[in-house]
Nanobody, 124 residues
Framework: QVQLVESGGGLVQAGGSLRLSCAAF????????MGWFRQAPGKEREFVAA????????YYKDNVKGRFTISRNFAMSTVYLQMNSLKPEDTAVYYC?????????????????WGQGTQVTVSS
């Protein structure tokens, strides 16, 4: 059974940084695509970034490019989201997700496994 456990959320001032972690358990994830999504109150869940575990290629939502970086650590079976230059509009619950296929996967419905989420709050 796949289990994803996020950590690293918190309260930060605008312009600050946070690093989210997603520890993955239960499988060998080399064929997986791992994604980060977020959901603000009253809004739909939206794609933030994704990485293909084996190849390491990445892609991002346009409004986080240059500020956020997704990466993975094979030995730790962990995916990270480094978030810099945070803005109040980045405030949301951030979710880690996984799917056992490659390609560009930015639709939440394409993902099979989800973590419990971690709150990120950016104050102005």
């Amino acid at each position: 059974q796949v289990q994803l456990v996020e950590s690293g959320g918190g309260l930060v001032q605008a312009g600050g940084s946070l690093r989210l972690s997603c520890a993955a358990f239960g499988r060998t994830f080399t064929t997986y695509t791992m994604g980060w999504f977020r959901q603000a109150p009253g809004k739909e869940r939206e794609f933030v970034a994704a990485i293909r575990w084996r190849l390491g290629d990445t892609y991002y939502k346009d409004n986080v490019k240059g500020r956020f970086t997704i990466s993975r650590n094979f030995a730790m079976s962990t995916v990270y989201l480094q978030m810099n230059s945070l803005k109040p509009e980045d405030t949301a619950v951030y979710y880690c997700a996984a799917v056992d296929v490659g390609g560009r996967r930015s639709d939440p419905s394409e993902y099979d496994y989800w973590g419990q989420g971690t709150q990120v709050t950016v104050s102005s």
